[in-house]
Every structure is written in C-alpha cells, then in structure tokens.
C-alpha cells in the first residue's frame, strides 16, 4: 500500500503538491511513483527562474528501468530546483515527500491549475490503477 | 553465423498458423500505389568469379593516382595489422552489441576506443562513435541545444571555416527542428574566424559555436581566444577536430584559459585507420564531460562488475536513447559504427601515443615541403598567412579547373578546386600531404604542374 499522506494534493500523473506559507509551492513525485519507477539514478531539475507552463515537463526522473518527465500542475516561476538531487538521487526513493522534493514555484497569479485531488480521491485512482 | 535461421519448413509452418499464404500477403495492406513494383535497376546475380573480375576492372579504371586532396578525408598509412585483426569474424559486425553476456570483447573494444578517444581530446567521457563527422557536427548541435540551459534561442554559429559539408549535414539533420546555423565571416588575410565577425553576436542569445581546428582551409585557429570569447558570453564550444593533429595540438579539453576547455569534441575518426574508400564508411566521434553526459546521444559502453564480483562491460545510461525514450531521446541515431571503431582502436594500439605523434609532424613536414615546392611555381602563391597542419590553399594565376583535369589525365589528384564554395578567393586549390607522400611524388606533382600549365594555355 503506498504511502498518501492526507495533508497533500495530488495529480493523475502522479505528481503531489505542497503550498508552503510563503505563497510558493512545493512539488515532488508520489510513493506510488517512485515505487513503480524503481531505483533512481539521475534527477534533473529546472533551474531557478524558468517560467513554466501548466503541464510543461519540468524535471526528468531516471531510474535503472526508465527516464520519465515530470510535469509542472501550476503555471509559474521556478522558485528552486532540489540542488541535493544531483548528488543523492535516492532521497527520491527514500523520502518522496520530504528531502525528494524537486521543485519549489512561484504559482503566476490567476493562473489555471491542474485538476488537484485530496488524498482520499488519489487513493481511490491508485486502487482503479491497481495499485 | 546464419542472420536468416528460419528453413522454408518453418516458414511454411509460421505462415500455415496464421492463415497467410505467401510472405507477400502479409504486406496486402501497403496501398498498391506505394509499393516498388520491380527493381529493373538491379542487375542479375552475378557470381563470386564474375563479381571479382567486375570489382578488379572498376578499380583498375580508377588507377593509382597520386592524392594530394584532402578537404575531410586523409590518405594515411594504414599498418596491415589493423584490417588483419579487423576483418576477423568475431568483430564483423556494424552495431553494438546489446547481449553483455555475448559480447564481452566487442564491448571491451568499444570501452577501450572511448577511453583512448577521451584521452586524445582531453575530455572526460566519450561515446561508442556516431556515423561520420558531419552528422556529428549536427548530433553536437542538437546536443548544445539540450545542455546549454542558459539559452533559448536554438542558434548555432558555424564559422566558413568550417568544412562547407559539415554545415549542409547539420542543416539536414537539425534545420527541421528548429535550429538556426548562422554564418560567421573569416579574416581574408589569416583564413581564421574574425573574432571582430563575433563582435557583432555579443549581448545576444546564441547557443553554441562550432569551432574547426584545424579549420577546412588547413590553417589553425586561435581557439583559445575564441573558446574565451564563447564561454564569456554563455556559449557553448563545440570543437570539430582532425584526430591525428590531436597528438601535435592541444586537446580541446584544455582550450581557452579558464581552464573550462571546449563542451563538446566530436570529429570525423577516418584518419585513423580507415582507407580513403570513395567516400565511406567512415566514422564520427563525440566527447564531452561528465557533467553533460545525459545529453549525449549514442551508445556508451561502460565498466561494471558481475555478481561475483569480476570485471565486465555493458552498456550504460541508456535511458537517454530512443528504445526508452522514444520521441524524447537525445537521438535518433542509436546504434555506431562498430566495425570502422574496431579499426582505429587497433590502429591507435598499433600507432600508440609515440606512432601517432610521428604521424601527426610527419604529415606536417610533407604539407609544408608541398606548399613550398607548389609556390615556387611562378603563378602560384599561398591564399592566407600563419601556421596550418596538413593542408593549406594555394592560388593560382588562372582558372584551375582546366589545370586540375590536366594534372588527374597525368595521375596527380592536384586537390580540391574552392571555386564553388569560395568564390571570393579566387582560382583558388585546398591542397594536402600526408606522410604517404614522398619528397619525389611532391616532385612529381610539381613537373606534372608545369606540364599541365603549358598544355593548357596551348590549348
């Protein structure tokens, strides 16, 4: 059973979102999606700055099995990229939702969002995925 | 080994489970109107007798002559060694092999060309080779694109010294996507880039900059001012090099003076150990640093250990490549060329460092007693001051086609006629020697000259 802490939102492609008190958001990739990718070997994150559109891919998580986009759930400007992932990619593994966090956005304001589910709606697509 | 194992039983068999009649049926479904009807170009069979007899005759009309053109490809001793070991069964094949478990020398062999390439450029990892210079010149375009975050602007300098067909590839290749490959002027005096010409691009986005050394006219190129000039203004360095100058020159790994040294080398690997063959195959060659390495398209081969704890090799970061990846991989070029890379690692291993080198200044001697012997000819003077390696533009007084076809009726390739891709410079000849040629073949080719001058303006 993956991990799905309640606090968090969550995308269909498995990414999750953290909105930090400074106004920015948090973003990282599921347990789900960690598991089912496999050992990660190579993250690679937008740099600080870049302006990013609403379902743009954004980072490249790669593992022993795949290389696989990252898309971005909000329209904004990348705050900061995770630095700690080039040299320790298996804080993705190990912690998806603490030190695994890939990117940090200034959402643009009014901007569209991706359709974001509670915990409880991204369980419920785990368990039609089969997961 | 047998490529085709299936016998007609088993064919028959495959056909007869799924319903199908004929191996023609199973391409009903390509429209009549896109399908080759015949293949009336193609000859009848002939065999192994007839074929020898064909090929000897066609090369025999080809003759023996003299080479003294350059322009990309170079003539070079070539020790037998190098095909005796080539040719054997065991590496005759052009890909790279996927099965680690079946391919322990083939894979060991590619290691061993990526650190001896890594080596000769001065940069930290290489790949398994691409398919020849030009298309590498493109690979490194796109490549920049990928791995210089800084720029968005897909704009790529390509310098008029650098060979014309290089440029034509990688506008074929990459033109398609985006990119832009924009001319820079050279200096007429020196046949060098115009570092006043770069001027001009400074304040806005450019992504990279090819840089040949030594450059298409033979002449070499001021690259540490240059790769200074790029990388203070976020742009990258991609070096296309001649590898057998590589062992008189510096690496372009140290290139410049902040010790940064070029992003990407790649480069056409035929002098090292590939005959001059009409054209091809030949091989391309591609290094960068680690640090990019993610962005570079192509096989890697890499060193690991099994289970128990024993060295062997196999390929790695593959999920860069299009079998991962698909549309996202960093090319669509995924295989190399095997069998021309198991050529010039032997030939690197046969020449080593000490062979290479002698090579490299031999050459270098040859070209300079060339150009000296060619402009002590009345009518005929250098195009450009300062130092070239192996070749270097000659002008003439006079058109040189008609000299040149004269000189080829008296078995003197006398080099390559820069009219077309260089009208300004005038009745201008890239010439070239390499340490094949003889003090007495530079004599030949002068007194076939005078030869070819006097018929011509009798003419």
Not at chain 2, 147 to 168: D, E, F, G, M
Not at chain 2, 415 to 437: F, I, M, N, R
Request: charged share 20%; aromatic share 6%.
């Amino acid at each position: 059973m993956s991990n799905v802490p309640p606090d968090l939102r969550y995308t269909k492609t498995h990414e999750w979102v953290r909105t930090l008190q400074d106004g920015t958001v948090e973003i990282g990739i599921t347990d789900h999606a960690q598991h089912a990718l496999g050992d990660l070997v190579f993250v690679e994150v937008p740099e600080s700055g870049r302006t990013v559109a609403l379902g743009e891919p954004c980072a490249v998580v790669e593992s022993v099995k795949a290389a696989s986009d990252v898309y971005s759930p909000v329209a904004g400007v990348v705050a900061a990229g995770n630095p700690a992932l080039a040299a320790e990619p298996e804080a993705l593994n190990n912690d998806p939702y603490g030190k695994g966090w890939l990117m940090r956005l200034q959402p643009t304001k009014g901007a569209a969002t991706a359709e974001l589910m509670s915990a409880a709606d991204y369980q419920k697509l785990l368990q039609t995925e089969g997961a | 080994m047998a490529f085709i194992p299936h016998t007609s039983a088993d064919v028959e068999s495959m056909l007869a489970t799924i319903g199908v009649s004929s191996i023609e049926q199973l391409f009903d479904e390509i429209p009549a109107s896109l399908r080759v009807k015949s293949l009336d170009g193609v000859p009848v069979a002939l065999n192994e007798m007839q074929i020898g007899r064909l090929m000897s005759e066609r090369a025999r009309a080809d003759g023996h002559p003299l080479c003294f053109i350059g322009a990309g490809a170079y003539e070079h001793h070539i020790p037998a060694a190098v095909w005796a070991v080539t040719t054997r069964g065991e590496f005759y094949s052009a890909y790279t092999p996927y099965q680690a478990e079946a391919s322990q020398g083939t894979l060991q062999l590619i290691y061993e060309y990526q650190t001896m390439m890594a080596s000769l450029t001065g940069m930290e990892v290489s790949n398994a080779s691409l398919y020849d210079g030009a298309s590498a010149v493109a690979e490194a375009s796109l490549m920049a694109v990928r791995a210089n975050r800084k720029s968005k602007s897909l704009r790529i300098l390509v310098p008029r010294t650098v060979n014309p067909q290089y440029r034509r590839v990688a506008v074929a290749t990459a033109g398609n996507q985006g990119l832009r490959f924009e001319d820079v002027p050279f200096a007429t005096d020196g046949g060098v880039i115009s570092l006043d010409a770069l001027k001009k691009f400074e304040g806005e986005d450019i992504t990279a900059l090819v840089i040949q050394q030594p450059n298409f006219f033979g002449q070499l190129e001021d690259v540490d001012a240059l790769t200074d000039w790029a990388h203070a203004h976020g742009i990258f360095v991609i070096a296309s090099v001649n590898p057998t100058s590589l062992a008189l020159l510096k690496p372009p790994g140290e290139w410049g003076t902040t010790g940064k040294g070029a992003d990407i080398v790649v480069g056409e690997g035929q002098p090292l150990g590939v005959p001059l063959s009409s054209g091809g195959p030949y091989f391309g060659f591609m290094t960068t640093r680690m640090e990019y390495v993610r962005q570079m398209p192509g096989r890697i081969v890499g060193r690991t250990v099994d289970l128990s704890g024993r060295e062997g090799f196999t390929l790695t970061l593959q999920a860069r490549e299009q079998h991962i990846r698909r549309a996202k991989a960093t090319s669509n070029i995924c295989t190399n060329q095997g069998l021309l890379v198991t050529a010039a690692t032997i030939y690197m291993s046969v020449m080593g460092p000490v062979g290479l080198e002698r090579t490299a200044a031999a050459s270098h001697a040859r070209a300079q007693e060339l150009v000296s012997a060619l402009t002590a000819v009345k009518g005929v003077r250098r195009a450009f001051a300062g130092p070239f390696f192996h070749e270097a533009v000659v002008l003439f007084d006079r058109p040189v086609a008609p000299i040149l076809a004269s000189l080829a009726s008296r078995g003197i390739l006398g080099g390559l006629d820069l009219s077309e891709l260089y009208p300004e410079l005038g009745y201008a000849v890239l010439v070239c020697a390499t340490e094949t040629k003889t003090t007495s073949d530079i004599q030949s080719y002068v007194t076939a000259l005078g030869e070819a001058s006097a018929a011509v303006r009798a003419a």
